[in-house]
């Protein structure tokens, strides 16, 4: 089969985990890296081996035609070059969370659909194995009929106000970095339509915000909590409790471990021991989905960026 052919823009820390993935993948390759700075396109192409580098997101798109661009900028610029992109009738993955508010993802999706290009979330949480296990389980009825969900995430951001979590110029704030992953990961477990949502935050002196509390009514009588702080360390976990039992992920957006209670005691324990580079799912996922001429993944729709750059405006309004 012909390689599968990845440009990268943004030449980040995010991008060299995207190439080191790339390289674990038989018919995948990096065929370019693409930066503001010719000169850290080139430093990256020189440690991954890739055969270009740019100074010029247009210029690489024009020159090297790739079968996908994975964008790898701050969140300020993911709508610009994801419309870039689709200038060049280029599919995208790029970084979560795609998009800061509703009016870009509105913007792009109905561009995308008139297109009729593939665009995906680069959201690779939701393909582990851990997770894709706690879904598994949770279809099963293993824990019996679903009552609550709660995911916990976060981390201490750096004092420095220019620092990208801190920095509204670059699209800092917890919802955008990290409570995405709340959001899109216990949607993904408990599999069932949100019927509302109610939000809580809190805000740093740099005016983003700094802990998202949000309370959603799902379907069939299912509550879920998803707290996200870069204010402090949080337990990061997800649990999901039912009638008859209950799963527990240890850092479940990047752990590699599944619990399963049921009728207070611990009847599976799943442990990961495969996965070398959490990427290496979403690549997988674009490359089949272009290759298939599919316009979107079922794993990571169209459906949950709109989701949850909705909810990105409730937090934004809440935060105080």
Not at 16 to 29: G, M, Q, S, T, Y
Not at 267 to 278: A, P, R, W, Y
Not at 285 to 298: F, H, N, Y
Request: hydrophobic fraction near 40%; glycine fraction near 6%; aromatic fraction near 10%.
């Amino acid at each position: 089969m012909k390689p599968f052919r990845f440009a990268i823009m943004g030449a980040g820390g995010i991008a060299n985990k995207f190439a080191d993935a790339v390289a674990l993948i038989p018919d995948v390759e990096v065929c370019a890296i693409a930066s503001k700075s010719k000169e850290r396109a080139a430093d990256f192409a020189a440690r991954h081996n890739l055969p270009a580098a740019y100074g010029s997101y247009e210029e690489m798109l024009r020159v090297e035609r790739p079968d996908c661009v994975y964008i790898a900028v701050t969140h300020d610029a993911h709508f610009t070059l994801c419309m870039l992109c689709f200038d060049y009738d280029t599919p995208v993955l790029c970084e979560k969370s795609m998009f800061q508010n509703a009016k870009e993802a509105e913007t792009f999706f109905a561009r995308a659909e008139e297109k009729g290009i593939f665009a995906m979330e680069a959201m690779w949480s939701r393909f582990l194995p851990t997770v894709m296990k706690a879904r598994e389980w949770l279809a099963e009825g293993r824990v019996g009929r679903p009552v609550l969900g709660e995911m916990t995430i976060g981390f201490k951001s750096s004092p420095d106000p220019e620092n990208r979590i801190n920095n509204p110029k670059l699209g800092g704030g917890a919802a955008l970095d990290i409570t995405v992953y709340s959001y899109d990961v216990l949607t993904w477990v408990l599999d069932r339509p949100v019927l509302r949502a109610s939000v809580e935050a809190t805000k740093m002196a740099t005016g983003v915000d700094n802990t998202d509390v949000i309370l959603l009514r799902f379907a069939d009588g299912v509550i879920g909590l998803c707290k996200s702080t870069v204010a402090t360390h949080p337990d990061e976990r997800l649990i999901v409790e039912g009638t008859e039992g209950r799963i527990v992920l240890p850092y479940s957006h990047l752990g590699n471990e599944a619990f399963l209670w049921q009728n207070g005691r611990l009847t599976e324990h799943f442990i990961d021991n495969k996965t070398k580079n959490g990427f290496t799912y979403e690549i997988e996922e674009a490359a089949r989905c272009v290759r298939e001429g599919l316009t979107e993944s079922p794993v990571c729709p169209h459906a949950m960026t709109l989701e949850f750059s909705r909810l990105c405006d409730q937090i934004f309004d809440a935060a105080e």
